[in-house]
């Protein structure tokens, strides 16, 4: 018998809730359009149903006219970012910051204030990364790798040198370069708390557990998710067949060839909606029975700006 395996907790987490809350919540109250520096989540089907609402995403606060409002994406923003848009004459700005991402600024300011050297683990170019590194002017530095380490123009001895991640990242692709680095930096000063955030955990675990007895995985998710694209590459580790896809007609018969057990996954910036579409393309394929995986309960919430309850 053919089966679908969904794995729990998967899909929006407690940031995204919320970010997508705060640009539907601006229409509502006050009219289109908004604008959004960057995509507030990186997810296609969300992205372009803001869109039809009267959102508008931009890269450069220069093309926000004045006397609009303007809306910070869920990965944060250089602090260049809210200067510039501080000096034009805006209505209101929003700040749909991850709180867990927001920690982590906060945590690179104060280090940068007690004159520690800083070293994050990310991806060269995310927009999270951007904006957590754009929280202090210098001695800050990017690894994506463990070879990263070894070109870093650091004195090995340096006694303040301290490391922080993205909070999307694999578990395990941080553990390894954390041990390079320690490995390099003897007086290396860890994060207080673990950086990558508990929506990210959950969901990597959810598919360890799941990958156990599934012969495929689905992903939903866009391609420049990066929680998305490590869920995938997690399964994929774990040697079970991966795909990511953003939509249900994206789903090839050809992958579900001598398929028996298919396991469905979404990453945090994917809504229920699309899970739902990919449980009936798969029920098409003749997986007529769903199984819920269940492995943590979830149960964070953040609140919105005040401006907005």
């Not at 098409?284 to 997986?287: A, D, H, K, N, Y």
């Given at each position: 018998?053919?089966?679908?395996i969904?794995?729990?907790?998967?899909?929006?987490?407690?940031?995204?809730d919320r970010?997508i809350?705060?640009?539907e919540?601006?229409l509502?109250?006050?009219?289109a359009?908004v604008?959004?520096?960057h995509?507030v989540?990186?997810?296609?089907?969300?992205?372009?149903?803001?869109?039809e609402?009267g959102?508008?995403?931009i890269?450069?606060?220069?093309?926000?006219?004045e006397?609009?409002?303007l809306?910070?994406?869920?990965?944060?923003v250089p602090?260049?970012?809210?200067?510039?848009a501080?000096?034009k004459?805006?209505t209101m700005?929003?700040?749909?910051?991850?709180?867990?991402?927001?920690?982590?600024?906060?945590?690179?300011?104060?280090l940068?204030k007690?004159?520690?050297t800083i070293i994050?683990?990310g991806?060269?170019?995310?927009?999270?990364v951007?904006g957590?590194?754009?929280?202090v002017k210098d001695h800050?530095h990017?690894?994506?790798?463990e070879?990263?380490?070894?070109?870093?123009?650091?004195d090995?001895?340096?006694?303040?040198?301290?490391v922080?991640?993205?909070?999307?990242l694999?578990v395990?692709e941080?553990?390894?370069?954390i041990?390079?680095l320690?490995e390099t930096?003897?007086n290396l000063r860890?994060p207080?708390?673990?950086?990558?955030?508990?929506a990210t955990?959950?969901?990597?675990?959810a598919?360890?557990?799941m990958?156990k007895?599934?012969?495929?995985?689905?992903v939903?998710?866009?391609?420049?998710?990066?929680n998305?694209?490590?869920?995938?590459?997690?399964?994929?580790n774990?040697?079970?067949?991966?795909y990511?896809?953003d939509?249900d007609y994206e789903?090839?018969s050809?992958?579900l060839d001598?398929?028996?057990?298919?396991?469905?996954?979404?990453g945090?910036?994917a809504p229920?909606?699309?899970?739902?579409?990919?449980i009936k393309?798969?029920q098409?394929?003749?997986?007529n029975?769903?199984?819920?995986?269940?492995?943590?309960?979830?149960?964070?919430?953040?609140a919105?700006?005040s401006?907005?309850?």
């Open positions: 018998m053919k089966k679908i969904l794995a729990n907790p998967r899909g929006f987490c407690a940031g995204v970010a809350t705060i640009v919540t601006s509502a109250k006050y009219g359009p604008y959004v520096r995509e989540v990186h997810n296609k089907y969300v992205v372009d149903g803001l869109q609402r959102a508008i995403f890269e450069e606060i220069k093309d926000v006219p006397g609009s409002i809306i910070y994406s869920a990965h944060g602090l260049s970012v809210r200067e510039e501080m000096a004459n805006l700005i929003f700040d749909a910051t991850c709180p867990l991402v927001s920690k982590v600024h906060v945590e690179i300011k104060n940068h007690q004159n520690y994050m683990i991806h060269r170019g995310h927009p999270e951007e957590t590194m754009g929280q800050i990017l690894v994506e790798s070879a990263d380490v070894e070109t870093l123009p650091l090995r001895d340096i006694e303040k040198i301290a922080v991640t993205q909070t999307t694999s395990d941080t553990k390894s370069i041990a390079r320690k930096f003897p860890l207080k708390n673990e950086d990558i955030c508990y955990q959950n969901r990597q675990d598919v360890k557990e990958a007895s599934c012969d495929a995985v689905l939903i998710g866009s391609k420049n998710s990066s998305s694209n490590r869920l995938k590459e997690l399964a994929e774990l040697g079970v067949k991966s990511l896809i939509f789903i090839k050809e992958w001598q398929v028996m057990n298919v396991g469905v996954t979404a945090a910036s229920e909606v699309l899970v739902e579409g990919v393309r798969l098409q394929e003749g997986f029975t769903t199984e819920t995986l269940n492995v943590v309960e979830e149960h964070m919430t953040f919105l700006p401006e907005l309850r």
